[in-house]
T-cell receptor, first 116, second 110 residues
Framework: EPEVTQTPSHQVTQMGQEVILRCVPI?????FYWYRQILGQKVEFLVSFYNNEISEKSEIFDDQFSVERPDGSNFTLKIRSTKLEDSAMYFC??????????????FGDGTRLSIL | RKEVEQDPGPFNVPEGATVAFNCTYSNSASQSFFWYRQDCRKEPKLLMSVYSSGNEDGRFTAQLNRASQYISLLIRDSKLSDSATYLCVVNIAGGFKTIFGAGTRLFVKA
């Protein structure tokens, strides 16, 4: 079964540094998403991406964050000037179509980001 | 009011029991609905989509009431492997924005 893959599985970074989290969505999927989950809290939507542009973003997704699809397979989340409160699990997801057409999202197994 | 609200539980049930979870959503523009399960420190995994007419997948039945903005999940004949957190998920804004409930924890005991 095709799956979403994320790298690295665990990233440890000093506060103030930049990190790039990588995702390879399922190959025939067109819609891509990033979420975060702080330990013990709920999954929070960050951003959706379609046709090489952001479709929707949450209030969490401020200027510190950016997304990119640099080639035909990778989808990246960049976090600049990391803060302690950025420590969380970050999930990438993809779907064939937007959820409005009842297409579910498939999740990668996440990158655990630890800011020291 | 929270956008998607669930009873956090935990629900502690014996094997073989039937258990029901409820979820309410506040945004009337919500378009599609799903139940996911999440095991401890793992990614959310799709359990089932929720259709307007209600739908069933094996031991699992989902219902949607758009008028009351309410979604339910019924699990029959609970198994030990059903122990997990069940997440109610709602898509709005044409599907480009997804809101997760905080989840309901289920423990199934032998």
């Amino acid at each position: 079964e095709p799956e979403v893959t994320q790298t690295p599985s665990h990233q440890v970074t000093q506060m103030g540094q930049e990190v790039i989290l990588r995702c390879v969505p399922i190959s025939n999927h067109l819609y891509f998403y990033w979420y975060r989950q702080i330990l013990g809290q709920k999954v929070e939507f960050l951003v959706s991406f379609y046709n090489n542009e952001i479709s929707e973003k949450s209030e969490i997704f401020d200027d510190q964050f950016s997304v990119e699809r640099p080639d035909g397979s990778n989808f990246t989340l960049k976090i600049r000037s990391t803060k302690l409160e950025d420590s969380a699990m970050y999930f990438c997801a993809s779907s064939e179509a937007a959820g409005g057409f009842s297409q579910p999202q498939h999740f990668g197994d996440g990158t655990r980001l630890s800011i020291l | 009011r929270k956008e998607v609200e669930q009873d956090p539980g935990p629900f502690n049930v014996p094997e073989g029991a039937t258990v029901a979870f409820n979820c309410t959503y506040s945004n009337s523009a919500s378009q599609s609905f799903f139940w996911y399960r999440q095991d401890c420190r793992k990614e959310p995994k799709l359990l089932m989509s929720v259709y307007s007419s209600g739908n069933e997948d094996g031991r699992f039945t989902a219902q949607l009431n758009r008028a009351s903005q309410y979604i339910s999940l019924l699990i029959r004949d609970s198994k030990l492997s059903d122990s997990a957190t069940y997440l109610c998920v709602v898509n709005i804004a044409g599907g480009f924005k997804t809101i997760f409930g905080a989840g309901t924890r289920l423990f199934v005991k032998a």
